[in-house]
């Protein structure tokens, strides 16, 4: 990946994607004259941006494959790069993402027809009235809302989150803010949305991610490194429950639970397995939501888990060593690759004083309202 940048201070996409793909390439020890397929995750683009992309490294005539998936898109683009090489159809395969942002919160972009939101909207503004807090915030923040309410969670515990993401992203040269903030100053910033405050939700951001993603066979006849595979990938959309009026799972919770509950199965781990996890954490709520939704606290526990630090070093699980969402940043075609480039550098050792202790195992957990959640598991070889 690239460094994160805001908006102010990001370049444009067909310099940082291709930027992100020189690296992954040059990582991989491969020319993109290996590469069979293409798969560009980006949101906010003209159709083919991700040939307009690639080819600034090379037009090799290969198939390109434009995904949008909301904020989920750069893990879908993994998700499809890792099935056809699952499948046989092709041995090497290049997953991308980018995104130029525009400062500000994310707004509905065609608003001449029907948004895909605009029953989730419906639902929220149902139980929460209308607001004109940014959309994504007041799906997420009520989401928070509703837990806190059920479960009587304090302001602080959402706000000790992001003291958390900066802490970690300090280690970080990737990430746009490595800053430190107390958890006083999280509350006295802005309000946006129920128990939201600005510092409790991610910036708007720039960037660019790309993995290459090889059959076991190409690796050893190559002579590349296979240390980190994918052993277990589940993608989920959303089921009826999602719209039952529970705004957790209107969110993504149920999305999330059945993905990961599909990876722990087909790996054959246990959540109490994991040691180490980039989750979405696009806004604090979401995050402590995500903890139990993963089953890496029961139900009802997250602000325990909190409290007692199990979500960081020297806990049970460290959540976000990059920083996360929050402070590493959303760019949200690259944010699923960025991710998986965390992970891969943690399995490898290779991410420096982030380095999480004993990593043999990492989970991924990337979420895209309207909707479809990513959960991946990756392994370090031969541990």
């Known amino acids: 990946m690239i460094p994160f940048a805001t908006p102010s201070k990001g370049q444009p996409y067909d310099v940082m994607a291709p930027a992100a793909v020189r690296a992954a390439l040059a990582d991989a020890g491969i020319t993109l004259e290996r590469v069979q397929q293409g798969y560009a995750g980006y949101v906010y683009g003209d159709s083919t941006s991700g040939q307009r992309a690639l080819y600034q490294v090379g037009a090799t005539g290969i198939p390109i494959v434009n995904v949008n998936n909301n904020c989920s898109t750069g893990s879908s683009a993994l998700y499809l790069a890792r099935q056809a090489v699952a499948s046989g159809v092709a041995d090497c395969v290049l997953a991308f993402g980018f995104e130029q942002m525009e400062r500000g919160a994310l707004q509905i972009r065609w608003p ?67 800053g430190a903030v107390t958890v006083d100053e999280v509350l006295a910033s802005p309000r946006i949305f129920g128990p939201l405050t600005r510092l409790q939700c991610c910036p708007p951001t720039c960037g660019a991610a790309a993995a290459v993603i090889v059959s076991e066979e190409f690796a050893a006849a190559h002579g590349l490194r296979a240390d980190v595979a994918i052993v277990a990938q589940a993608m989920t959309t959303d089921n009826a429950s999602t719209f039952d009026g529970d705004l957790g799972r209107l969110v993504g919770y149920d999305m999330t639970q059945r993905a990961a509950d599909e990876v722990y199965e087909a790996g054959g781990v246990d959540p109490a397995d994991i040691r180490v996890v980039e989750l979405h954490d696009c806004f604090t709520t979401n995050e402590l939501l995500s903890y139990e939704a993963l089953r890496l606290t029961p139900e009802g526990t997250a602000e325990k888990f909190i409290l007692d630090g199990d979500n960081t070093y020297g806990g049970r699980v460290v959540t976000n060593p990059s920083g996360g969402l929050l402070s590493k940043g959303h760019p949200l075609g690259a944010t699923g690759l960025a991710q998986c480039a965390e992970l891969t550098w943690q399995l490898r050792g290779e991410a420096g004083p982030r380095q999480v202790d004993g990593v043999t195992l990492a989970l991924q957990h990337n979420i895209g309202l309207g909707g479809a959640a990513v959960v991946t598991l990756y392994e370090k070889v031969g541990a």
């Open 112 to 178: 001449d027809r029907q948004s895909p939101l605009a029953d989730f909207m419906e639902i929220a503004e149902a139980k929460n009235g209308v607001s004109e807090a940014p959309f994504a915030a007041q799906l997420f923040g009520a989401a928070g809302a509703e837990y806190a309410e059920r479960w009587g969670t304090r302001p602080e515990t959402f706000a000790r989150i992001s003291v958390k993401a900066r802490a970690h992203a300090a280690n970080n040269p990737f990430a746009v803010f490595r």
